[in-house]
């Protein structure tokens, strides 16, 4: 807020830009809230611990063993962040190469969680890593037989794709027209690699448990989990976008005033219809998958019925929930159904990566994750969160810049 | 072990019967996904704010046509409004009543069928009349008589000089051949600067001096031949 000292105080980039306009002392206060004390709280457990990680090694965090090699880190951190990143591809394809423009206000937004998305997940892998300094070796080392090694690759090329994107608004934001009309022209071809990097990244991960047919339960392993990975991503990445514009509605509603926002209802319901038509489909193929993998024999066990819960509760039932909102136009329903979607794909990568891998073993020879390993985790998913709050607060995420609008 | 559960050929059989069952159980689902309630509650809501745009409008913009914003139009320059009883009126847009100027309408008897895209009602005077279009499929339901008797009818295109009343029969694919909103306005610039190009140099300069054009451009552009000018724009 603009007070009296404001008017003498010199307009400074660091004030404006940074400071949001307000004074040091006024801004410093202005953080003082219950959300920032939980975030401080939970960032002072898991940074020193990260450090701890490098300083110590992964022996002394971790409970990641010979039988165990991959954690939450992976199956959380990486699995997860990865996929829930998927909005940036999937809109930017819908808006950018689909022309479908209506779901223009939506773009940056969804491309900002994909790449903090990205940034949070190499972190997490960085700490994973027994020797992270030598993932350089992978772009030299042409093991083009390896899923590893595509995964590298994807996420290399697409974590620097989605920079290249992010630089749209950022540019916007400190105001250099010329090189932010570079970018933006380029941003038609940017959207075309990151469609095909994502595509090939996203399935990836899923082929990377093609190597452990012995390890993954035969309900969740089926030689087309690839294909799985790759359309559960883009309904990961519709029930993102539906999850975060309902949070970002409320949060940040004083930037929506006035911006064509009032259409959001539309979007919503119209991505609300596109979820319910991919995710039905997942439920037949995943169900296809068991066909195939002649694994219902399984569905009978404690791990089916962890299956079925799975299949019906977080596949079938979100998909009749947008179905049913997009229908009678109920945006609530719909969103009901994008957080249950988001819940069931993490639950999914959890499954495949953590509860369901190594299942024959006994259950003392099980990876459980360290606390250490789970603060972490939550560390990561706080820094991501409080990035996307500093930079939408300040950044044109939500709208553009009326300085840069496109009129001419 | 349980990998036998089945054999081979029976969980074949099983994947095409799920595959079949798929794709029946789909297209119920896929009509249900696409039907429901559609866009007439948001019309609904804009329908109050009818009178003040018809009002508000030609002070605030200085296009030379005037459409309001709750009004769907036809590239025929009919217009359509959906009503809160679900009927839809029907009247000709400010263009088309600048363009043939202080005129009568031959209008569709009550319980008529019109049809979207073909000719529902004439325009003109007492030696010639210019067919319009029907902006959507429906039964006609009340005639503004006024319109139909005084030669100046027509009056206040999207008030006072509406046309006739139709229920629709197919409004939903009716809605998606007409214009609205921002995309209306456009087209009636386009439309106005078609016109301009057709201008003779003594009505020049009514443009010049940023007027708005007279009532009857048509007869001023072609005289006795207005209503071949006049059928080109109404697309008859």
């Given amino acids: 807020m603009a007070n009296g000292t404001a008017m003498t105080a010199q307009p400074s980039f660091f004030r404006e830009k940074i400071l949001m ?57 990486m699995m997860t962040g990865i996929v829930l990143a998927a909005g940036g591809f999937t809109i930017g394809a819908t808006v950018q190469l689909f022309g479908m423009k209506d779901y223009h206000p939506i773009e940056r937004p969804a491309i900002l969680t994909a790449f903090l998305g990205y940034v949070v997940a190499v972190v997490g892998l960085l700490a994973d890593l027994g020797r992270p300094w030598n993932i350089i070796q992978a772009l030299f080392n042409y093991g083009t037989a390896s899923a590893l090694f595509e995964v590298a690759w994807c996420v290399m090329c697409y974590t620097t794709v989605l920079l290249l ?21 380029a941003l038609i071809a940017l959207t075309v690699l990151s469609v095909m990097f994502s595509t090939m990244h996203q399935s990836a991960l899923g082929s990377l448990f093609l190597l452990a047919p012995t390890k993954l339960h035969p309900l969740w392993y089926t030689r087309f989990i ?12 519709i029930s993102m976008v539906i999850v975060e514009s309902s949070i970002s509605h409320k949060i940040f509603a004083h930037q929506l005033k006035g911006h064509g926002h009032g259409d959001e209802t539309k979007l919503i319901l119209g991505l ?94 099980r990876y459980v994750p360290s606390w250490m390993e789970i603060a972490v985790s939550f560390a990561l998913v706080t820094i991501g969160v409080l990035a996307f709050r500093w930079i939408v607060n300040r950044m044109p995420i939500l709208r553009e810049d009326p300085r840069f609008a496109e009129h001419h | 072990m349980n990998h036998d559960f089945l054999s081979l050929y029976p969980a074949h059989m099983a994947e095409y019967l799920l595959a079949v069952a798929y794709l029946v159980m789909f297209i119920p689902f896929w009509k249900y996904v696409q039907g429901g309630k559609r866009a007439e509650v948001e019309v609904r809501v804009a329908a109050p704010a009818r009178a003040r745009a018809a009002v508000a409008a030609p002070a605030a913009l200085p296009s030379w046509f005037q459409i309001p914003s709750n009004v769907y139009l036809h590239p025929g320059h009919t ?17 088309a009543h600048k363009l043939v100027g202080p005129t009568r309408a031959a209008l569709p008897a009550p319980g008529a069928d019109v049809v979207q895209g073909e000719t529902a009602f004439y325009v003109g005077d007492s030696k010639k009349s210019v067919p319009m279009i029907a902006p959507v ?22 008030g006072k000089g509406w046309l006739f009343k139709v229920r629709p029969t197919r409004l939903k694919s009716n809605l998606h ?43 001023a552009i072609a005289g006795e031949e207005w209503d071949a000018v006049a059928r080109r724009f109404f697309l008859t």
Avoid: C
């Avoid at chain 1, 994107?165 to 022209?185: C, L, S």
């Avoid at chain 1, 690839?226 to 990445?237: D, E, K, M, P, V």
């Avoid at chain 1, 329903?333 to 794909?345: D, F, K, S």
């Fill in chain 1, 21 to 77: 306009g307000m004074g040091t002392r006024e801004y410093l206060r202005s953080l003082l809230t219950p959300f920032n004390a939980v975030a401080a709280v939970i960032l002072a457990i898991g940074l020193p611990l990260l450090v701890y990680r490098f300083a110590a090694g992964l022996g002394a965090t971790t409970n990641l063993s010979q039988t165990a090699p991959w954690g939450i880190w992976i199956g959380f951190d």
């Fill in chain 1, 165 to 185: 994107e992010f630089t749209v608004p950022f540019f916007e934001w400190m105001g250099w027209r010329k090189i932010h009309r570079i970018m933006k022209n």
């Fill in chain 1, 226 to 237: 690839f294909i799985f990975f790759f359309i559960s991503a883009i309904l990961a990445g």
């Fill in chain 1, 272 to 365: 609300g219809k596109a979820g319910a038509v991919v995710s039905f489909a997942y439920f037949f193929l995943k169900l296809q998958g068991v066909i195939d993998g002649h694994a219902w024999g399984y569905l009978a066990t404690p791990y089916g019925a962890w299956f079925l819960v799975e299949l019906l509760g977080f596949v079938l039932l979100p998909s009749l929930l947008f179905a049913y909102g997009a229908r009678n136009r109920k945006v609530r329903v719909v969103r009901w159904g994008g957080g249950l979607m988001v819940a069931g794909i993490v639950l999914n990568r959890l499954n495949v990566s953590v509860i369901a891998f190594n299942w024959q073993l006994p259950a003392a020879q």
């Fill in chain 2, 79 to 95: 217009w359509a409004r959906l009503e809160a009883d679900g009927t839809v009126t029907v009247g000709a847009d400010d263009f």
């Fill in chain 2, 137 to 158: 499929d429906g039964k006609v339901v009340a005639v503004n008589a006024e319109a139909a008797k005084k030669d100046d009818g027509l009056g206040d295109p999207y």
């Fill in chain 2, 177 to 219: 051949q007409l214009l609205g909103g921002a995309t209306a306005k456009r087209f009636l610039d386009a439309a106005g600067e078609a016109l301009s190009m057709r201008l003779t140099p003594e009505l020049g300069a009514v443009l010049q001096d940023g007027g708005v054009p007279i009532d009857g451009l048509a007869r």
